[in-house]
């Protein structure tokens, strides 16, 4: 069983960056899909970036793209959301996933709050 637990949220001003991260335990070789979701208050969750078990390729939301960047580091069972230029409308939850292939995540972190000022 598959745990995983985010951190590096926050409160931060329009136009600046924060980096998420998630750190998996309770696994024996690395081999898992993983991928960052956000919630807002009344809204649905949205899938916002996807990486595959090698890490060769990778998936954004257009809402995202040339924002943010989704990287891990497998020998420390550790994803990462690298997030730049910052607007309001990111301002959501965030939750990191994990799964046996991409587009099907069996694990979910508990989540990791990041409010954007205007």
């Known amino acids: 069983q598959v745990q995983l637990v985010e951190s590096g949220g926050g409160s931060v001003q329009a136009g600046g960056s924060l980096r998420l991260s998630c750190a998996a335990s309770?696994?024996?070789?690395?081999?898992?899909?993983m991928a960052w979701s956000r919630q807002a208050p009344g809204k649905e969750r949205e899938r916002v970036a996807t990486?595959?078990?090698?890490?060769?390729?990778?998936y954004y939301a257009d809402s995202v793209k040339g924002r943010f960047t989704i990287s891990q580091d497998s020998a420390k069972g550790t994803l990462y959301l690298q997030m730049n230029s910052l607007k309001p409308e990111d301002s959501a939850m965030y939750y990191c996933?994990?799964?046996?292939?991409?587009?099907?995540?069996?694990?979910w972190g508990q989540g990791t709050q990041v409010t954007v000022s205007s």
């Open positions: 996933a994990a799964g046996y292939c991409t587009g099907t995540y069996s694990f």
């Open positions: 309770g696994y024996t070789n690395w081999r898992y899909s």
């Open positions: 990486v595959s078990s090698t890490g060769g390729s990778t």
